[in-house]
């Protein structure tokens, strides 16, 4: 009787430890990443915790640019910008003053920026499903100078690996929470950026960033490990102090309004 007992207390457990590898195996992230320089947590680790969510409050949509902004787009005209590839944007400019990044294709601003603060309007869509692409459900993201990536993708119904959700310096430093609005609705970047230092081709001063989030700040005065990349470190550093803004295509109709900036 104890044999028995023993037997399917046994097989209970492997049980149990198949489902949890299974549940575990559908987590997204990753376990066989390099470790990010002095840090306990691999890129985009499987392992590395979810921040917390908490709802936003309300004040930061809309923020009209202040007079010494360069108004990047006001729903007008995206005469500002360019395709990533040098060619004209798409015509993406959607009737309620937004575009929308796949129809404009990448896009980047013509001029160029070094420290700045943007602020930046975007959307989620709503109506993608989730079931088999989860991973790119609203991907986007602002580029900093072209090169360092701050992410967006749809992080109030789903969520990716912690160093991948919106908020996040992509691959780097994961929110500090979580303050995603519902897709289809609007949300807010405000971000403030310093620019690195360069002593000829050496780096002396990396790039830092601080990130408020729908008026939640969720990056502080973070130093920028290097450029954004997949699964492995980041990259080194361009020799170079400016570039221009870009914005990701990534296959999910994004939208954007409301963009300024204030070179500092
Ligand atoms: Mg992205």
């Known amino acids: 009787m104890m044999k028995k007992t023993s037997i399917l207390s046994f097989l209970g457990f492997c049980f149990v430890c198949t489902c949890f590898c299974l549940v575990r195996a559908e ?3 990753y376990t066989d990443t390099p470790f990010l320089p002095d840090s306990q947590w691999r890129v985009h680790d499987q392992a590395r915790p979810q921040p917390q969510k908490v709802k936003p409050g309300t004040g930061d949509i809309g923020m009209t ?8 787009f006001d729903g007008k005209t995206l005469e500002k910008w360019m395709r990533g590839d040098g060619t004209p944007a798409g015509d ?21 920026f070094g420290d700045c603060q943007l602020h930046v ?4 869509p709503p109506e993608e499903a989730v079931k088999n692409d989860r991973m790119n459900w609203g991907n986007s993201g602002v580029f900093m100078m072209g090169e360092f990536e701050m992410q967006i993708i749809e992080s109030h119904d789903s969520y990716i690996y912690a160093d991948g959700n919106a908020g996040a310096v992509y691959g780097q430093y994961p929110p500090l929470v979580n303050p ?4 289809g609705e609007w949300q807010s970047f405000d971000i403030y950026f310093t620019a690195p230092k360069f002593d000829g081709e050496k780096l002396v001063i990396p790039a830092y960033v601080t990130i408020v ?7 502080n005065h973070q130093p920028i490990l290097g450029t954004a990349v997949h699964r492995v470190l980041p990259g080194a550093y361009p020799v170079k102090t400016t570039g221009p803004l870009m914005l990701q295509e990534h296959h999910s109709a994004v939208k954007f309004r409301n963009i300024w900036i204030r070179p500092l």
């Open 27 to 29: 987590e997204p992230g």
């Open 65 to 72: 640019a202040p007079s010494d902004a360069v108004v990047l």
């Open 92 to 112: 993406g400019i959607l009737a309620d003053g937004s575009f929308d990044i796949v129809k404009t294709g990448q896009l980047r601003t013509k001029e160029e």
């Open 121 to 124: 309007e975007w959307m989620s």
């Open 180 to 183: 995603a609005r519902k897709p």
């Open 213 to 219: 989030y729908n008026g939640v700040m969720v990056q």
